[in-house]
T-cell receptor, first 113, second 114 residues
Framework: QQQVKQSPQSLIVQKGGISIINCAYENTAFDYFPWYQQFPGKGPALLIAIRPDVSEKKEGRFTISFNKSAKQFSLHIMDSQPGDSATYFCAAMKMAGRRALTFGSGTRLQVQP | ETGVTQSPTHLIKTRGQQVTLRCSSQSGHNTVSWYQQALGQGPQFIFQYYREEENGRGNFPPRFSGLQFPNYSSELNVNALELDDSALYLC?????????????FGNGTRLTVT
């Protein structure tokens, strides 16, 4: 059962452009929504996370937009750079209890110079 | 402050064999989780250990088992290996189980089962 659906599978953006990755979740008990960045041969690294009591969170060039009623959230990367080329995963978790992350299937981002 | 370290980095095993993967949590972290990441997929939760006890388990069979030691390092054991067990196995640690304690992942162990 895929509880977090992520799109697109792959994305090509020109340097300086905006990269947008979308996720939708099913379990309304989820109350923590992080985004992870993964480079080849490395483990996922936390980029930014949001709780459902806010609709947007910004950290540098990275912004999460959250729509609780639609059960959707997205990652926006402003002024995309070639160094941002990586695979991005959205995830969701219920903070109480076992705190297990449910990941999306990933988006492979390529930023062209 | 050292991060999460995993060993070995790569491993090749034959179907039916057993394997043990190891993880040293980040300094000050007492909670360890294990994830399986198949090629081209997102990580899937296997189980979590908190203060040496299993604290939750994902949809994995009993042949996947684990341990956490008093120094909070951890092992993942997989018995009767199957071809589908080929994946990147990730360990993640956190300071505790509170809401403000993010997960820090290691770089994983790449397991190939032939």
């Amino acid at each position: 059962q895929q509880q977090v659906k992520q799109s697109p599978q792959s994305l090509i953006v020109q340097k300086g452009g905006i990269s947008i990755i979308n996720c939708a979740y099913e379990n309304t008990a989820f109350d923590y929504f992080p985004w992870y960045q993964q480079f080849p041969g490395k483990g996922p690294a936390l980029l930014i996370a949001i709780r459902p009591d806010v609709s947007e969170k910004k950290e540098g060039r990275f912004t999460i937009s959250f729509n609780k009623s639609a059960k959707q959230f997205s990652l926006h990367i402003m002024d995309s750079q070639p160094g941002d080329s990586a695979t991005y995963f959205c995830a969701a978790m219920k903070m109480a209890g076992r705190r297990a992350l449910t990941f999306g299937s990933g988006t492979r981002l390529q930023v062209q110079p | 402050e050292t991060g999460v370290t995993q060993s070995p980095t790569h491993l090749i095993k034959t179907r039916g064999q057993q394997v043990t993967l190891r993880c040293s949590s980040q300094s000050g972290h007492n909670t360890v989780s294990w994830y399986q990441q198949a090629l081209g997929q997102g990580p899937q939760f296997i189980f979590q250990y908190y203060r040496e006890e299993e604290n939750g388990r994902g949809n994995f069979p009993p042949r996947f088992s684990g341990l956490q030691f008093p120094n909070y390092s951890s092992e993942l054991n997989v018995n009767a290996l199957e071809l589908d067990d080929s994946a990147l196995y990730l360990c993640a640690s956190s300071r505790d189980r509170s809401s403000n304690s993010p997960l820090h992942f290691g770089n994983g162990t790449r397991l190939t089962v032939t």
